[in-house]
């Protein structure tokens, strides 16, 4: 690389319109709307921003959680569809890159997906969270590598991942391998730990941690609990004291692992703003580039990106319907 774009980037901390995807899609446009008013060329969601988290499979039985997760399905994102369409058309009137999360509807199943959208309004690929973390195997289905993508454009690699991926090191050194810049990493909203040894969220740690270790700008996205959740999910206890916290930690991380943007209020919905300058990797590349000269050669890995789909059909399938009006010319 000879030319270093620099840019600004928009890490959003809100809140969806809970099981409901037209208004959260609505809600989206008009977010991506203020990014690029405040001159963003790229603007990152939270996990499941569309139509929400289903906080359900932690805090209640699978029976329980069955009508929200009927609701879910309901709001799901299918490729192509309307929700699709107002995103593509919002990126394109924008002039702005946008990763978004959803839960994506193929097929019966559901997947937890981090859609790409560029300037031109073009759908430029896909990433499905490669495997749902704990109760969240309730909801959606495992993504594969055919789908963890880096896109080469002129603003620099852009990549994502969401939540716990951030903490899987074959995940790491595959993006790293890609040569990944800016990232989108897509969180929920966490809660505080009693026994945590740190004051920071673990999103923030997990962000920066993985700054460091790609050498790379991370735009790192959240949630936020609110009343309106927690009135759509039956008033379930566990989940009041979430809703007193607010969540949050929405922020733009350097690659050398320096928090670029201020803190916004846990319970405030806003977005985060910060200046990326790719040049600023150089330096740290320099210092450590673990998938080039800092690679141990006696440790490899293989990433299988050819699809893996469950069953395969082989040759065409036969057309056997006949029309009313061609049963009436048979003698």
Not at 234 to 239: E, I, K, S, T
Not at 285 to 313: C, E, W
Request: glycine share 8%.
């Amino acid at each position: 690389m000879t030319d270093y774009p620099k840019f600004k980037a928009a890490a959003v901390q809100a809140a969806p319109v809970f099981l409901d995807a037209e208004a959260t899609a609505d809600k989206a446009c008009k977010l991506i709307e203020k990014a690029a008013s405040g001159g963003a060329k790229l603007i990152g969601f939270p996990e499941g921003f569309i139509s929400g988290y289903p906080w359900w499979v932690w805090l209640t039985d699978p029976i329980t959680g069955s009508p929200l997760q009927q609701k879910l399905m309901e709001n799901a994102v299918e490729i192509p569809g309307p929700v699709v369409k107002k995103l593509s058309e919002a990126a394109r009137k924008n002039n702005i890159y946008v990763c978004i999360s959803v839960s994506e509807k193929e097929g019966g199943s559901l997947y937890l997906t981090q859609l790409w959208f560029n300037p031109l309004g073009d759908l430029m690929g896909k990433h499905r969270k490669m495997k749902p973390s704990g109760g969240e195997r309730l909801i959606w289905g495992d993504g594969e590598a055919s789908m963890m993508p880096v896109f080469d454009t002129e603003i620099g690699r852009l990549g994502g991942l969401q939540c716990w991926e951030h903490w899987i090191p074959l995940n790491i050194q595959a993006m790293n391998a890609k040569n990944e810049q800016v990232h989108v990493a897509s969180w929920p909203c966490f809660v505080p730990d009693d026994e945590a040894l740190t004051s920071e969220a673990p999103n923030e740690i997990s962000a920066r941690f993985y700054a460091l270790a790609t050498q790379s700008y991370v735009i790192s996205s959240t949630q936020i609990h609110t009343q309106e959740i927690y009135e759509k999910m039956g008033r379930l206890p566990a989940y009041e004291g979430f809703v007193e916290y607010g969540g949050g930690d929405a922020c733009i991380i350097g690659p050398n692992g320096k928090i670029l943007t201020e803190k916004l209020p846990k319970n405030a919905e806003g977005l985060a703003y910060a200046d990326i300058d790719l040049e600023k990797i150089v330096d740290c590349k320099y210092q450590i580039d673990p998938a080039g000269h800092y690679s141990n050669k006696t440790l490899r890995m293989l990433v299988d990106q050819d699809p893996q789909p469950v069953v395969n059909f082989a040759g065409e399938e036969k057309e056997c319907s006949v029309k009313y009006e061609e049963l009436q010319k048979e003698k």
